[in-house]
């Protein structure tokens, strides 16, 4: 058993440490676990529901193993996850329904942003009466949301856009946005990593909050000298293993703290750009500040739910780092074109390798009697399969984590052809304590989990 310096501490979970427009929020020490007596352990570490969405679909013979069940081997795309194949479920033969035409004509990529996380056909108009459904995210939020301090963080690398013709008369707001709070109402990303890093540990007033910032900006101080003062008082109190929790975590958020203010000095040296101040000068950068902010986000329990778009459906970014100087959306349109199709398999296998590095970053945070992996149930896939085809079914769809205990990972699982990726959706609901009856166009609970 843990040694305690001190048996009387007994700590809740929802502790921070303050300071002038500050509240860090702390991970789980041994002193939150511990209830009554020293040897009585408390509830279960809280479950963690987030969702990684990537564009123009993927080159399946790449992305889909062989062989079902335990004994497969993980595909080129996927062989980054390699270290991480025991935490990780493919599941292949999902389908969105919703993200077909059904009578509407063009637009696939528009819907299939709009729909990942929906479930629901999109209203085709390119005007203000936008319409698809509440997410599964926010669905979760509403039931769940309000035991942590913010309900949801919604992340991404593509400024979002809410009006504007972006596809075949769909919206912007479709194409830019996979969480939606109403039918009408998206919830944009937020792609700068400083305002997510200030918003994870702004102190209650908004006011103090502005002023801290500008004060520590002013003076180059950290996040964390505001609040040292609360850490001496709690290291004073904690046992030995504790201490050492706390002062691992403060390091792992000041070397945070100081990869955002590089990148931000690196952007201050470019030309001018129409990306906010904070965003780093690489794509690969962008995405693992986003992913680390989100790992944060999750062991210091700010919040349970969180959706992460890499780059929007119909995305025509290039990828000129890995010798890909067409754009994505572009090349996604292979005309069966086996050069094109390596491309393809090129960017998504390097998706792969950032989410590759962010479970791995999961996996080394203990919680409980386990990993911070453990509790998290994250969705890793889009709503087209392949790009060219523009179809909606075999989607490309990864389950990673254990839910606490409620999947049995380490295994490849094929559903019959269309069943809806809404079953997941309800599933993993269940999962976190946020059960529904129905979701989108589901019919029931996925099975196999």
Not at 81 to 98: A, I
Not at 276 to 295: C, K, N, S, V, W
Not at 313 to 342: A, T, W
């Amino acid at each position: 058993m843990t040694a305690i310096l001190n048996s009387s501490v007994r700590m809740p979970r929802r502790v921070f440490l303050r300071g002038l427009g500050t509240a860090l929020g702390l991970p789980l020490l041994d002193a939150m676990a511990l209830r009554g007596g020293a040897a009585t352990p408390s509830t279960p570490p809280p479950r963690r529901l987030a969702f990684v969405f990537i564009p123009n679909g993927a080159n399946m013979v790449d992305w889909t193993p062989a062989a079902e069940g335990r004994d497969f081997e993980l595909p080129p795309i996927l062989e980054p996850l390699r270290p991480l194949q025991s935490e990780l479920t493919v599941l292949t033969g999902l389908t969105h329904d919703k993200a077909r035409p059904n009578g509407d004509g063009a637009g696939d990529h528009a819907r299939s942003s709009a729909t990942f996380l929906t479930a629901s056909q999109a209203r085709k108009t390119d005007g203000a009466d936008i319409q698809v459904g509440v997410s599964v995210d926010q669905v979760a939020a509403e039931r769940i949301g309000g035991q942590t301090r913010l309900p949801s963080l919604e992340l991404g690398c593509d400024r979002t856009k809410l009006s504007g013709n972006c596809d075949s008369g769909y919206s912007c707001a479709y194409s830019f946005n996979i969480a939606w709070k109403t039918p009408s109402t998206p919830l944009p990303p937020e792609v700068n990593p400083r305002l997510v890093f200030e918003r994870l540990f702004a102190g209650a007033s908004a006011a103090e909050a502005t002023e801290a910032q500008a004060r520590r900006r002013r003076y180059h101080q950290s996040i964390l000298d505001y609040v040292q003062e609360d850490a001496r008082r709690l290291q004073a109190r904690l046992g030995v293993t504790d201490r050492r929790k706390l002062d691992e975590y403060l390091t792992a958020v000041r070397e945070l703290e100081r990869r955002i203010e590089r990148s931000e000095q690196f952007r201050a040296a470019l030309p001018a750009t129409e990306k906010p101040g904070g965003i780093p000068g690489t794509y690969a950068e962008h995405i693992r500040l986003m992913f680390d902010l989100q790992a944060l986000a999750f062991q210091t329990d700010s919040t349970r739910i969180a959706s992460f778009i890499l780059a929007h459906d119909g995305s025509y970014r290039p990828y000129p780092f890995l010798g890909v100087s067409e754009g994505h959306h572009d090349l996604s349109h292979h005309g069966n074109d086996e050069e094109k199709k390596k491309k393809i398999a090129k960017i998504n296998r390097f998706h792969v390798e950032q989410f590759a590095g962010f479970l791995q970053r999961l996996k080394a945070t203990p919680e409980g009697d386990g990993t911070l992996l453990d509790q998290c149930l994250i969705v890793y896939g889009g709503a087209i399969s392949d790009g060219n085809r523009h179809n909606h079914d075999d989607l490309p769809v990864l389950l990673a984590g254990r839910g606490g205990g409620s999947v049995d990972p380490g295994r490849h699982v094929r559903y019959p052809r269309n069943t809806p990726m809404a079953n997941l959706f309800l599933s993993l609901l269940d999962r976190v304590g946020a059960p529904v009856d129905r979701f989108g166009d589901s019919t029931g609970r996925l099975a196999q989990l």
